[in-house]
């Protein structure tokens, strides 16, 4: 694999940090007393468990080498894009008012990182990726 090839992954992958931050939503939820629909609870926890895991999912990808962590890294990127298509289906469903952010700044905003997701996910189907990240020359 090419440096500039590991680094877009981790550029990609690193993009998606700012999910971590979703934490700090939880207490506007209805049920807290807050303005945001009860439908985003899900997204937001998830969002925040896989920003928590990221740093642990760089590490692996920069230092260890086997199947297993490729398997590991696949499953991440797909858990993630899933997870942003849930929060384009939240939107959808139960709209986040607009105190919070407007309608256009969630939808294009999950959809970039859903992207970058999405183009993380792909690179690491390259073969030249794969052998290396399993070990192989």
Known sequence: MTPTIRWAITLLMGATIFRA????????????????????????????IIGFTLPVMLYLFWVRRSVAVWGVLVAYNAVGAFDYSQGLITQFINPL????????TIYVGIGLFMGFQLVALGL????????????RP
């Open 97 to 104: 008012p607009v105190e919070i952010a407007s309608t256009a």
């Open 21 to 48: 931050q979703t934490v700090l939503f939880l207490p506007e939820l209805q049920m807290f007393g807050g303005i945001a629909p009860d439908g985003w609870f899900g997204p937001w926890l998830s969002d925040a």
């Open 124 to 135: 690491l189907f390259r073969r030249d990726v794969f052998a290396d990240v399993i070990g």
